[in-house]
């Protein structure tokens, strides 16, 4: 039963990020509060790759979401922490690292 904490864990920001890339066009608001449930428990710091790369894309989601919000700086901010992480943990071609810089670059 212990292991099922983090599985569980784990399930549940995928399922969170999903929602929130889906509500995108038409409640970026929703999907930025979906973005950041996400994110507690998980930091670039974390130990287990998996951890490290659901905060990544957690940060990608609340990037998009601010950018569709029309809060650019703030996007460009954000996602810029998610590639400096993808950075170390994708290989150079990585769509996840190469979408994230697109959306660092603003």
């Known amino acids: 039963a212990a292991p099922a904490g983090p599985l569980v864990g784990r399930l549940q920001a995928r399922a969170l990020i999903g929602l929130s890339t889906l509500r995108r066009a038409a409640d970026p608001e929703a999907a930025l509060q979906l973005a950041l449930q996400a994110q507690p428990g998980r930091s670039a710091g974390d130990a287990v790759l998996e951890d490290r790369l ?13 950018q569709a919000l029309g809060r650019r700086a703030e996007a460009v901010a954000v996602a810029a922490e998610a590639v400096a992480q993808l950075a170390k943990d994708q290989v150079a071609g990585s769509p996840r690292l190469r979408d994230a810089r697109a959306l660092a670059s603003g």
């Open 54 to 66: 659901l905060w990544a894309a957690a940060r990608v989601a609340q990037a998009q979401a601010l």
